[in-house]
């Protein structure tokens, strides 16, 4: 019987289901009532890979092809077109009305809503349906789902705009690195060597962020990142904490300021000497993240007579970018640096 009513040329299981679908008791009537103009519509639409309707009549009634179904969802047989897109129909109406006037109006780019609020983003068009005698009797809709397209954009877009953001960190980052090391040294080989350890602990901090879309990183990984170059002279560093995420912006801070603490542990402190340690660790709890570096068994370390960049870097960056207080101490049994933050400016993470 399908084959006789001529919806596809082999009587496909589409066309095996549009004729059972209980078509007698819609607008459009029983299958083998319809005009050729709509039976010719849905055999050609049904085994369409792309989602296709036909729209028909005063009343809209809509037929849809399996891959829109496969949007949509299970559908009634003789729903009219609006009751399938509530949400858009404001949008979706005047682009109907275009073909239904004999006008096919351009493919849209829209985003469209379906059940239990899905979005997809799909390239819309609609053709005019005409009947033999040339009356425009109803449209041809079409949908090419572009969403993941529109997603790799969107992330495109995101990560160009990250990226913009993390060279103008870096920018201001070198500018005061560059100005700060060469103000007060004593030649221009100690202002080099300056800079350059700087950088190189800044580039160690870009490595960290480089690996991911998202800009975080752990705050274990940049500790053992940043300090691994020191672990191998003299002295030994313990370091251990919970799993926390850190922003972009504090893990170049945090980065830094580690770098300056074991640099001077290095020249001056606990990691000059072979029995010196230092602990690094940090602790959750209360809303706060309690940060703490330690040197002890090592020689005893005078403040510097000014603050150089430094200091500068480890209690004002570190303060700014966890917004949140660092208290630095030049003890008799070493250095010690605290930093108390509040736990909203980071995120825990998993291991």
Known sequence: MVQDLQFTENGSPAAEALFLAGWDQTALGPVRCWPNALRDAARMMLDNPLPQCVIWGPAQTTICNPALLGLLGPQPAGRMFRTLWPRDWTTLAPLLQEALAGRAPPVQELALTLRRGR?????????????????????IGTLVDVTD?????????????????????????????????????????????????????LGEAQKLLAHDDVNVALIGTVAEHSLAPFRQGLGSIRIGGPPLELTGRQVLALALALNELATNATKYGALSTPMGKVDLGWSLGDGLLRLWWREREGPPVPPPGTEGLGSVLIRQSLASEFAGTVQLDYEETGVVCLLTAPLPHCSQGPC
Do not use: D, W
């Open 119 to 139: 979005v997809v983003h799909v390239l819309l068009s609609f053709s005019p349906l005409r009947c033999s005698n040339g009356a425009i009797r109803g449209a």
């Open 149 to 201: 397209r529109v997603h790799a954009e969107r992330q495109a877009r995101l990560r160009n705009q990250e990226l913009m953001h993390r060279l103008k960190n870096v920018f201001a980052v070198v500018s005061v690195l560059a100005r700060q090391s060469f103000r007060n040294a004593a030649t221009p080989e100690v202002a080099q060597t300056r800079i350059m350890r700087r950088l190189s602990a």
